[in-house]
């Protein structure tokens, strides 16, 4: 599977952006999908993560309450809804994805074997 990232840019403190992941190659089903997020010269960390068939959906504490993961199966495409945006939120956003990822490994970037290419958010104060 092909993931296709988008949806980042520059907003002020307190802004929101909406970010699209998109697949192609095959559907999502069965599939866990994530968002990652990454800062120049630190690890890449755990947002959100959804289970495409039952919906379920887990984040990161520090986003919790801010940003909201979802699917569209027609459109074959994970969102992450990213609100009251803040500085510390700036970094390059990954989605990642995989069929194998077991329950305790969910919020783990090593469990996904397919990534998209990044794409930057970025919250001015």
């Known amino acids: 599977v092909q993931l296709q990232a988008s949806g980042g840019g520059l907003v002020h403190d307190g802004g929101s952006l909406r970010l699209s992941c998109a697949a192609s190659?095959?559907?999502?089903?069965?599939?866990?999908v994530a968002w990652f997020r990454q800062v120049s010269g630190r690890d890449r960390m755990f947002v959100a993560a959804?289970?495409?068939?039952?919906?379920?959906?887990y984040y990161a504490d520090s986003v919790k309450g801010r940003f909201t993961i979802s699917r569209d199966g027609a459109k074959n495409t994970v969102y992450l809804e990213l609100n009251s945006l803040r500085p510390e939120d700036t970094a390059v956003y990954y989605c990642?994805?995989?069929?194998?990822?077991?329950?305790?490994?969910?919020?783990?970037?090593?469990?996904?074997?397919?990534w998209g290419q990044g794409t930057q958010v970025t919250v001015s104060s």
């Open positions: 990642a994805a995989d069929p194998s990822v077991i329950q305790s490994s969910l919020r783990s970037r090593t469990a996904y074997g397919y």
């Open positions: 959804i289970k495409w068939n039952s919906r379920h959906t």
């Open positions: 190659g095959r559907t999502f089903s069965g599939y866990s």
